[in-house]
């Protein structure tokens, strides 16, 4: 059986095959850049890293397509605060981006887009709306589209227009034709920056949020995508918006044929084939907000735990599930991720090359551990399970001390970002280890000397210095080959 993915758009698990044999098109909600990434942002970046790993391991040929929003609301208003304009802000915030996403081991997508260079790409599109009647210019010069023009909107949050209606309130009407309707072309304000201000044929202004992501997946992976992702809280309304303007601009589309015909079936006119949502994130039990008190960005989290146990705390976690963010589950996770490099530690240097368990094609897949991860992440990227096997191949590589087993080990590993570092590397590591203070040449330096106060016979003095290091984290391990350490 090969791999098979929960797709929102049907509520269930199916077969994948991409449209294209052997070539797989994704496209994923990114960032608006007008902050530092938070947890959330690093969750779905993560999970969306593992999904391509494991299709390129897969033997797919993986494009991958991750947006960056740089022109809205909260930009203008943010550049506006910083008295900078909106390129130096949004520049800097994307620099800030690539630094946190390097720092989580994030392969960078195949296409990383900017709204701002497709404002011809969305014009056009809206035009061709306005022509088929799902769109329409406003009083102020806005331009809206008209949901109830769209048969088949709803389809993916699976909420009817009447109940979605009776959620909005009409005071929010102002000049649309119905509260459903969301804004394609914002027409522009007086005391808005003049960089934020495109001319068109309906007057200055600039895209809306929605219209932005169907004009960049259209124009880099065509319709439809294979893959359609980003995090669960995109669902509604992002994504069902997209699904209206990409589909309703869609040559393939008329409102008579979408009235008799279903929508959700592989054809021209859909926008992506399988829809795939990333869960939220919440902070001990909480959902994270900057009102509550409780909003981390990736680099606070960063300068408490070290990159790879915060991706290895997300990895182990089912990208769908609800995420629970704490310092005593980071701290389990990196007791766990320790376990697995101490196994590693075991065989000898050379088996702990990066160059070679980067190469994925070389694993036997006919191997019981590397069959097992396999079936775990051909079910929806099972990586719970996925990780359950590292766990198990770690135990049987501290029972035999295999280079086979550790190999594999680390090449699997590999699919999930994980265990690329040197092992001694990793256990030394000081991040999140403040209570030691201690300098790997201050460390080794007591530990030469209770070597020489061994030989002295001070036993005393050397069981004080191991005392002492064991008191701020720093654990000895003697053996006939010298004293090796590690931070606990």
């Not at 296409?111 to 306005?130: C, F, G, V």
């Not at 589909?247 to 015909?261: I, K």
């Not at 919440?282 to 990159?307: C, H, P, Q, W």
């Not at 705390?313 to 991720?337: I, Q, T, W």
Request: aromatic share 8%; hydrophobic share 40%; proline share 3%.
């Amino acid at each position: 059986m090969g791999l098979r993915i929960y797709n929102t758009l049907r509520r269930g698990v199916e077969e994948f095959t991409p449209s294209s044999d052997g070539h797989v098109r994704m496209y994923v909600c990114g960032m608006t850049v007008y902050d530092y990434c938070h947890l959330g942002h690093a969750r779905s970046m993560i999970a969306f890293d593992v999904v391509q790993r494991w299709l390129k391991a897969s033997d797919y040929r993986v494009t991958y397509v991750r947006n960056i929003t740089d022109i809205d609301d909260k930009i203008i208003r943010r550049a506006v605060e910083n008295k900078e304009s909106i390129r130096d802000l949004t520049n800097r915030m994307i620099d800030a981006l690539h630094e946190d996403s390097d720092a989580l081991g994030i392969e960078s997508p195949t296409i990383e887009p900017r709204a701002t260079d497709y404002i011809p790409q969305m014009l056009s599109m809206i035009d061709t709306l306005k022509g088929k009647g799902l769109a329409y210019q406003t009083k102020s010069g806005d331009v809206n589209f008209s949901v109830r023009k769209f048969k088949g909107y709803g389809k993916l949050s699976g909420k009817s227009l009447d109940e979605l209606h009776a959620g909005e309130r009409v005071a929010v009407l102002d000049d649309k034709e119905d509260p459903l309707d969301f804004v394609l072309w914002k027409s522009a304000k007086a005391e808005e920056p003049q960089e934020v201000k495109w001319e068109s044929s309906y007057g200055a202004g600039r895209p809306g949020w929605h219209i932005e992501c169907s004009a960049m997946s259209l124009a880099e992976l065509g319709m439809p995508i294979d893959i359609h992702g980003g995090g669960a809280d995109l669902q509604f309304p992002h994504h069902e918006n997209e699904i209206a303007q990409s589909e309703g601009a869609s040559p393939h589309y008329s409102s008579h044929e979408a009235a008799h015909h279903s929508f959700d079936k592989a054809q021209l006119g859909q926008l992506a084939r399988f829809w795939m949502h990333n869960g939220f994130i919440n902070v001990d039990n909480e959902k994270m907000s900057k009102s509550l008190g409780n909003f981390f960005t990736i680099r606070d989290v960063l300068k408490l735990y070290d990159a790879e146990t915060v991706r290895f705390f997300v990895v182990r976690s089912h990208y769908r599930s609800p995420l629970n963010y704490s310092n005593v589950h980071l701290d389990d996770a990196k007791g766990a991720l320790k376990r697995l490099y101490t196994a590693l530690s075991l065989v000898p240097a050379s088996v702990n090359s990066t160059d070679e368990s980067a190469q994925t094609a070389s694993i036997d897949w006919l191997n019981p551990y590397a069959t097992k991860f396999k079936s775990a992440m051909d079910e929806d990227f099972a990586t719970p399970e996925a990780v359950s096997v590292l766990f198990e191949l770690a135990g049987e590589v501290n029972r035999t001390q295999s280079s086979e087993l550790a190999a594999l080990l680390k090449k699997l590993g590999a699919i999930l970002g994980l265990l690329q570092r040197n092992p001694t590397e990793f256990l030394q590591s000081d991040a999140g280890n403040q209570a030691g203070d201690l300098s790997v040449q201050e460390i080794q330096a007591l530990i030469e000397a209770r070597a020489l106060a061994k030989k002295n016979k001070d036993f005393a003095a050397a069981d004080k210095i191991r005392a002492d290091l064991a008191a701020v984290n720093i654990i000895l391990k003697d053996s006939p080959q010298g004293t090796q350490w590690e931070r606990g």
